[in-house]
């Protein structure tokens, strides 16, 4: 019996016993007629259960074949039924809005004035008849015609495959009655038993036989170590352990990490070793071509020893393309004694790193852990005996001694059971259940065993992560917000926020190892995760074809009933996709064309989710992106367009009919137009909304009530523009901008924001833009920002361009309700504001502190008080002369473009500014024109 027979019984017989699929077919009945209603309850409640415990049990995947059109069926026709109710949703929606529309003019005409933008329309009382318009009736009936055909069928089916013993029945219906999961946290990964394999390795790093002098015929300054193993053997694990060694020996004076995997892009490993080569982790730009990124990484590892970790490489199916050696010839500019240490399933696969790369001697198979170290590394993740009774303690070590010789030494499988074992440690029968699976005698097996401990809506969730390439990295915030769109999410409490329940969803996959942290460090410090390759594997069977994607090296044909796609590059779209008249996600990872996007809006009306990038191509002028079909997407909730930098985007007033809408993206043009009369007040479920910074803002957002992301909002003095649009914004959270504080002309106008309000925002953004110079009086300005007081949970404050006389009550007084460990602050262009030491007395907790172009001439004293301060940057304050006495704590300085006299003393031995530096890890003292 394979695992592909086996994932596939459990994924189709989980997704059918969802309780997505029990709220969609409980709807669905309410419009039947009663005689017919019972006559599918009745398949529902009787035919159904026992198919699905027919899929779910193991033996009778023999029968699969039997089974796997009529799911395909089923499926289609559950589908179906989804989007006619959502359709239906869509229309009631619409009767809201037009009742909504009357309601306004009579007020209007009866009072005769006009009516203010207040809440939107999901608030409203007025309640919408719904009733199913006669085509929507008609394809409802033809989706649950086919499901009562299906079921009927099933009937006579399911005794051909009854071949289970009643025992294994009882097993397998019991798995949803155990106890509910402990609420134990997830360990950190541990690394045991590699102190030799992490010494050996290092030692073969700083060997230099196998190396060649640059200016030889060879002209390769690297070679190369190789650890082989099979998946889950813990290679990479190895490799991060040596890679955070080397990084703090500081041998090498760069360690890059790369992931390559199979089926790797050129342009995209040479971008990530750009951005990991960048001493400022910048972000890689756009070159025109790939001979010009090659250069520039020249430049960035010209003379320097480095050690580059190439995780997952893979043997070239074609030997001519020598793609990997190919991939590293802009190498060879780095300093003598440069390595590389790869990691590969297959020990063949060093060769293609180029001749002489890779000698024989220094490639190894990864060693297998001593049991006892193994048995330790198990214990860890299963057990949290801070959380376990003692009585119970002894038993469940036993058991798990007995449990860990089957896991063969798999490090992935001591995670990935232990993982699951410790969610139910108070339950011993769960882990002597656990000890008679046979399944966990190989790594493959302990995989399927712990996806099925997974309610059937996290399974769902972490089979859709197969849309994405192996190894993508994935934002935990965005991937959240894809489930949601998609419908994955679902709760029996109302009030339950979507998003808090999905992020519960990939914590659990976190806990137990179906995700995995991926490094942060080159990615502008932001977490993302990964999938595990034999994870990923898993994900693609039980997705089977409801997931695709359409990457380089991979040419396969789209099956028709896809419903989720990915295309790495819009060059390799084809028309064949406009076929696809059921798709629901479509991710363009970068180069798409407008031509390609105006067909989507026609032909795949049925998106829920479309995301798109498109390649910046240098051309005179602006580029004009129109979309003015895009009101036919009535099922779209995620809409994410990341245009070029030159391009001017023209939005159709049709984009307010795009009721369901609940992210609205775009980003990156440089000039936005729309409708004067466009009421984004119609957008009701809209939640988040992230425009480019410098975009303008829609008249009347305050409408919508339910949002939580805004990124920036740009106060102007039209109707519908002003501060007070913030006022019943309440549930905004993370980061909000207001750019143009200027045209806020009083205190009181200020507090109508009541920015305070908004507890969940954690970082603030306050431009007042000195192109209004003089249009408000400083003391005015001052006024302004005693009104704009932020909550006191806020942990990043930025004040830009401001030119009040002094600072607001709430910045320099403890007890005058402004932010309460504050993390950040930045002060920029606020040219009237002198140094005060109640800012720091104020806030005592920050950690990271930027003074840029202020006209301060010292640093209040009490600054070497503030304990927990890590980072300080001073930009271009010419008048400084000295430095204070810093804090301690401080880790990072930088100083940029200051009094060149000051500037030379903090680089002069023994003066007394430089003794005053000794004490920080990172200095940076520089002045522009020395560069």
Same mark, same amino acid.
């Given at each position: ?7 596939w019984g459990?994924?189709v017989?989980?997704w059918i016993?969802?309780p997505?699929?029990?709220k ?13 209603a019972?006559?599918?309850r ?11 415990l ?23 026709a ?10 239906l949703?869509y ?25 203010e ?9 007025i ?18 015609c ?14 051909l495959a009854?071949l289970v013993e ?8 019991g798995?949803?009655?155990f ?15 590699r102190?030799?394999?992490?010494g ?10 196998d190396?060649?002098?640059p200016?030889?015929?060879?002209s ?8 082989y ?5 813990g ?5 991060q352990?040596v890679c955070k ?9 760069l ?7 199979q089926?790797y892009?050129t ?12 001493t400022?982790k910048q972000a ?20 320097k020893?480095f050690l ?7 043997? =070239?199916?074609?030997?001519?393309q ?9 190498l060879?500019c780095g300093k003598k ?8 399933r297959?020990?063949?696969?060093f ?15 990864i060693?297998?852990?001593?049991g ?25 070590e ?7 010789p089957?896991?063969k030494?798999?490090?992935l ?6 993982g699951?074992?410790?969610k139910?440690?108070?339950?011993v029968d769960f882990w002597?259940?656990?000890? =008679?699976?046979?399944l966990l ?5 302990a995989v399927w065993w ?21 190894r ?9 917000k894809l489930?949601v769109?998609?419908?994955?999410i ?7 926020d979507?998003e ?7 914590d ?7 995700m ?5 460090k ?10 595990? =390759? ?40 084809t028309?064949?996709i406009?076929e ?14 407008e031509?390609?996007l105006q067909?989507?809006f ?9 995301s798109?990038k498109y ?7 602006r580029?004009?992106?129109?979309m003015p ?17 030159n ?21 990156s043009?440089?000039?936005?137009e ?9 957008l ?6 992230s ?12 409408r ?8 920036c ?8 523009c002003?501060?007070?649009q913030l ?10 901008a207001?750019?143009?504080v200027?045209?806020?002309?009083s205190?009181?106008e200020?507090l109508e924001a009541?920015?305070a ?9 306050l431009i007042w833009?000195?192109r ?11 006024e ?14 930025e004040?830009n ?5 002094g600072y ?19 002060l920029?262009?606020?040219y009237?504001?002198?140094p005060a ?7 005592i ?8 172009r202020?006209?301060w ?16 940057t001073?930009?271009?304050c ?12 401080l ?5 940029v ?9 903090c ?8 003794q005053k530096?000794q004490?920080?890890?990172?200095c940076?003292?520089?002045?522009s024109?020395?560069?």
């Amino acid at each position: 019996m394979s695992l592909q027979a086996v994932a596939w019984g459990i994924s189709v017989a989980g997704w059918i016993m969802s309780p997505i699929i029990s709220k969609l077919l409980d709807k669905v009945l309410s419009y039947c007629k009663s005689n017919k209603a019972e006559t599918l309850r009745h398949l529902l409640t009787d035919v159904l259960p026992r198919l699905t415990l027919t899929l779910e049990a193991a033996e009778a995947m023999d029968h699969s074949k039997l089974f796997e059109e009529m799911v395909r069926v089923l499926k289609s026709a559950f589908y179906d039924m989804e989007d006619i109710l959502d359709e239906l949703e869509y229309i009631c929606h619409k009767q809201q809005l037009d009742a909504q529309k009357k309601s306004d003019k009579k007020k209007k005409g009866k009072n005769n004035v006009g009516v203010e933008a207040g809440p939107s329309n999901q608030d409203s009382i007025i309640e919408a008849i719904l009733t199913l318009p006669g085509a929507l009736n008609r394809d409802l009936k033809d989706s649950m015609c086919k499901i009562e055909v299906v079921l009927h069928k099933a009937q006579s089916i399911i005794p051909l495959a009854e071949l289970v013993e009643k025992s294994k029945k009882r097993e397998i219906s019991g798995k949803y009655v155990f106890a509910k999961d402990s609420n134990s946290s997830a360990p950190k990964v541990k690394v045991t038993g590699r102190d030799a394999d992490r010494g050996r390795i290092a030692q073969m790093l700083r060997d230099t036989e196998d190396d060649v002098d640059p200016g030889s015929s060879d002209s390769k300054c690297f070679s190369a170590i190789g650890i082989y193993g099979i998946s889950g053997s813990g290679k990479t694990t190895l490799a991060q352990y040596v890679c955070k060694y080397e990084e703090n020996q500081k041998y090498f004076d760069l360690v890059i990490w790369i992931h390559v995997s199979q089926n790797y892009n050129t342009r995209d490993i040479l971008k990530e070793m750009f951005e990991a080569a960048s001493t400022d982790k910048q972000a890689c730009p756009d070159y025109s071509s790939l001979d010009v990124l090659e250069k520039e990484l020249e430049k960035k590892l010209n003379g320097k020893r480095f050690l580059l970790v190439l995780d997952d490489i893979w043997c =070239d199916e074609d030997g001519n393309q020598q793609k990997l050696e190919n991939l590293l010839s802009p190498l060879n500019c780095g300093k003598k004694g440069s390595k590389i240490l790869a990691t590969s399933r297959n020990k063949d696969a060093f060769s293609d790193l180029g001749p002489g790369v890779a000698v024989s001697r220094n490639i190894f198979p990864i060693s297998d852990l001593d049991g006892d170290v193994f048995l330790e590394l198990f214990m860890y993740y299963a057990l949290d005996i801070t959380n376990t009774d003692d009585s119970e303690l002894m038993e469940l070590e036993c058991i798990g001694a007995k449990i860990a010789p089957k896991l063969k030494g798999s490090p992935l499988a001591a995670r990935m059971v232990g993982g699951q074992l410790r969610k139910k440690q108070n339950n011993v029968d769960f882990w002597r259940m656990a000890l =008679d699976r046979d399944l966990l005698n190989e790594t493959a097996g302990a995989v399927w065993w712990s996806y099925q401990q997974l309610d059937e809506q996290v399974r769902r969730c972490f089979s859709y992560c197969s849309i994405f390439p192996r190894r993508h990295s994935l934002d935990r915030d965005r991937l959240v917000k894809l489930w949601v769109a998609e419908g994955f999410i679902q709760t029996a409490n109302p009030e339950e926020d979507l998003e808090v329940v999905g992020q519960h969803y990939f914590d659990e996959l976190l806990a137990t190892s179906f995700m995995q942290p991926g490094e942060a460090k080159y990615y502008g410090g932001k977490l993302w995760y990964l999938i595990h =390759d034999l994870m990923y594997d898993l994900a693609e069977k039980v997705a089977a074809n409801d997931c695709f994607k359409i990457e380089s090296g991979l040419r396969r044909q789209v099956p028709r009933d896809v419903r989720y796609l990915f295309v790495a590059n819009g060059e390799m779209a084809t028309e064949e996709i406009f076929e696809l008249k059921n798709l629901r996600t479509l991710i363009i990872h970068e180069s798409a064309n407008e031509v390609f996007l105006q067909n989507v809006f026609k032909k795949l009306r049925k998106l829920r989710v479309l995301s798109v990038k498109y390649t910046y191509k240098k051309i005179w002028g602006r580029i004009l992106f129109k979309m003015p079909a895009v009101g036919h997407l009535k099922h779209l909730r995620h809409l994410d367009l990341r245009l070029p930098p030159n391009s001017k985007l023209i939005l159709p007033i049709t984009l307010t009919k795009l009721y369901h809408l609940q992210v609205l993206n775009l980003k990156s043009y440089s000039e936005l137009e729309f409708p004067p009369e466009m009421d984004v007040g119609k957008l009701s479920n809209l939640r988040h909304m992230s425009m480019a910074h410098h975009g303008m803002t829609f008249p009347n957002i305050g409408r919508l009530t339910s949002l939580k992301t805004l990124e920036c909002f740009r106060v102007s003095i039209g109707h519908g523009c002003d501060i007070k649009q913030l006022r019943g914004l309440n549930n905004l959270q993370g980061h909000l901008a207001i750019a143009d504080v200027s045209n806020v002309k009083s205190k009181n106008e200020a507090l109508e924001a009541d920015l305070a309000a908004k507890t969940r925002l954690t970082e603030l953004k306050l431009i007042w833009n000195d192109r209004y110079d003089g249009m408000t009086s400083p003391a005015v300005e001052a006024e302004v920002l005693e009104g704009l007081c932020p909550p006191r949970g806020l942990k990043s404050l930025e004040i830009n361009e401001y030119r009040g006389l002094g600072y607001p009550s709430w910045m320099v007084g403890v007890q005058n309700g402004g932010p309460e460990y504050l993390n950040r602050l930045l002060l920029s262009k606020c040219y009237q504001l002198g140094p005060a030491p109640e800012l720091f007395e104020c806030f005592i907790h920050l950690r990271e502190l930027t003074i840029w172009r202020s006209c301060w001439e010292h640093f209040p004293d009490n600054v070497k008080d503030l304990k927990w301060l890590k980072s300080l940057t001073i930009e271009i304050c010419l008048n400084l002369k000295s430095l204070p006495e810093l804090p301690r704590s401080l880790e990072i300085f930088t100083m940029v473009d200051c009094e060149r006299g000051f500037t030379e003393s903090c680089n002069q031995v023994d003066h007394p500014n430089w003794q005053k530096l000794q004490h920080v890890k990172s200095c940076l003292v520089y002045h522009s024109d020395d560069l």
